[in-house]
Nanobody
């Protein structure tokens, strides 16, 4: 069983930076992927960035955040972080941490952290 707890969200002005952190209890580095998603009311949850351990650790980002976000994982701390720079109002959403392994039918989500970008 894996539990994920996100932190680091908040209200910031356009152009600011935030670092979201996901603290995991349980083993996550043997999962197929670790990532961050976001969701706004009325829309589907979308991928922001993910580390695909099952494909050699490649990293994928949504086109909308490419160049502005960096996802990283720390084995010693058992965390998955998302550094977001040059934030825009359209980045406003609830951000969720996720780890999954489809072959083992495992899919875990955190409770989410709100990010609001507004002047």
């Amino acid at each position: 069983q894996v539990q994920l707890v996100e932190s680091g969200g908040g209200l910031v002005q356009p152009g600011a930076s935030l670092r979201l952190s996901c603290l995991a209890s349980g083993s996550i580095f043997d999962m197929y992927s670790m990532g961050w998603y976001r969701q706004v009311p009325g829309k589907q949850r979308e991928l922001v960035g993910a580390i695909i351990e099952g494909e050699g650790g490649i990293i994928r980002y949504a086109d909308s955040v490419q160049g502005r976000c960096t996802i990283s994982a720390d084995r010693a701390k058992n965390t998955v972080d998302l550094q977001m720079n040059n934030l825009k109002p359209e980045d406003t959403a609830v951000y969720y941490c996720n780890v999954e392994d489809p072959l083992r039918n495992l899919d875990y989500w955190g409770q989410g952290t709100q990010v609001t970008v507004s002047s």
